[in-house]
């Protein structure tokens, strides 16, 4: 495969260059031959960006679109009796597939090549995950969680059971099918059950990612039981790679995270679907986390990375209280560049060199709307829509194509 005379965002810094030939071979980009740096276009022209990684979803529930509208996060989305719980329990097998297969397919055709999943239904709800992704080509990073809740509220408040041992068979099974373990919420299971899944998921090799402080009763319940925030809790028991949302994360509890190292993953569009606060963007970054960004759950929101960008972006100004922070570059990233930082970078740097995997997305900047455009990301955070993706490739196969 040969790109001419076109542009890509090269390196870390996504870095709009004018190339005159890129060169894939083999899945690899083997040449670049870059020229000026270009921010501004004068002609419509083809643009290149690292292929976009969405770092939370629950493509699971995709098969009910809209279906938690006017539910309330606990009456829509937690074990055992939520929609999605009860719904998922009586969804044909062939039907849930389907639904799954063509939420990955609008993925690569909105610019995404991988999304890192937190599914329900145990391994049976992982095989599912992964012949949809089999059948579309976007790669699935799967984390699953126990089937059904393993403690009763009693055991949960005296936070002293270890797993049982249904579960500890049933943990051994998900650890082998998936790429890792994810609960909802550290408030799910008792510390000596994290303690348990840290130790098995370190022995193994396996990735471990929790939600916290999606709302104020996160941290609040964890006071009570244990005397520690549900962040903190988080990381002394189940140190996890990834910790999602940080929705209502106050000043303390964001240095906790940077000094911890751990990448946040946050959800504005999904949280702001929920009445929950917005995700202090600006702190989050100011303080030096890495972020990354997710667009949560199929039901609830469309799995959409340019629109999560545009939204990222827009808040993130809003919360910096000017016009001029962040630059749009930093936004960017957090789809892209920033996953080189963490334990999937090798798999997916989020950015284009030689020697790296050609996975990219083809933008059309020769459209009306986008080729006098003043400065590209952040014409491509703010207007580029899955309309304008040309091309989706990863490792060198093109997944969509217009
Ligand atoms: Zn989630």
Request: net charge negative.
């Amino acid at each position: 495969m040969i790109y001419q005379n076109c542009i890509a965002l090269l390196g870390d810094d996504l870095e709009p260059h004018f190339c005159k030939r890129i060169e894939i071979e083999d899945g690899v980009i083997v040449g670049i031959d870059a020229g000026e740096r270009v921010s501004r276009l004068t002609e419509g022209m083809c643009v290149l960006i690292p292929g976009l990684v969405n770092a939370h979803t629950h493509m699971g529930d995709a098969a009910f679109p809209d279906g938690a509208t006017g539910l309330s996060l606990e009456a829509a989305f937690f074990r055992p009796n939520g929609f999605k719980y009860r719904e998922l329990a009586k969804l044909p097998e062939a039907e849930h597939l389907a639904a799954v297969a063509d939420a990955l397919a609008y993925m690569a055709g909105s610019g995404t090549v991988a999304h890192i999943d937190f599914r329900e239904q145990g391994a049976l709800g992982a095989r599912l995950l992964r012949t949809a992704s089999a059948q579309t080509g976007v790669s699935s990073i799967i984390l699953s969680q126990f089937t059904d809740s393993p403690f009763d509220m009693t055991e949960l408040e005296a936070n002293a059971a270890g797993l049982p041992e249904q579960h500890r068979k049933e943990l051994l099974s998900l650890v082998e099918e998936s790429d890792g373990f994810c609960e909802s919420t550290i408030n799910d299971l008792t510390d000596p059950a994290w303690h348990e899944i840290h130790q098995l998921t370190r022995a193994t090799g396996k990735a471990r990612a929790i939600h916290c402080l999606e709302n104020e009763g996160y941290r609040e319940l964890s006071l009570k039981r244990t005397k520690m925030g549900d962040l903190a809790r988080a990381i002394k028991n189940f140190s996890p790679d990834l910790v999602v949302h940080m929705t209502v994360a106050n000043k303390e509890e964001i240095a906790i995270l940077a000094d911890s190292g751990i990448s946040a993953v946050i959800n504005p569009r999904a949280n702001a679907n929920l009445g929950l606060p917005l995700p202090p963007v600006a702190a989050l970054l100011d303080a030096g986390v890495n972020v990354l960004l997710g667009t949560d759950n199929g039901m609830l929101n469309s799995p959409n990375l340019f629109a999560e960008l545009d939204f990222t972006y827009k808040l993130a100004k809003s919360q910096y209280g000017d016009a001029v922070r962040p630059d749009p570059v930093t936004i960017l990233k957090m789809a892209t560049s920033n996953l080189g930082k963490t334990r999937w970078g090798s798999q997916f740097p989020g950015r284009l060199e030689v020697g790296g995997p050609a996975t990219f997305v083809e933008l059309d900047f020769k459209q009306k709307h986008l080729c006098r455009s003043a400065h590209l990301v952040a014409s491509i955070l703010t207007r580029v829509t899955p309309a304008d993706v040309l091309r989706t490739v990863r490792d060198g196969r093109t997944i969509y194509q217009r």
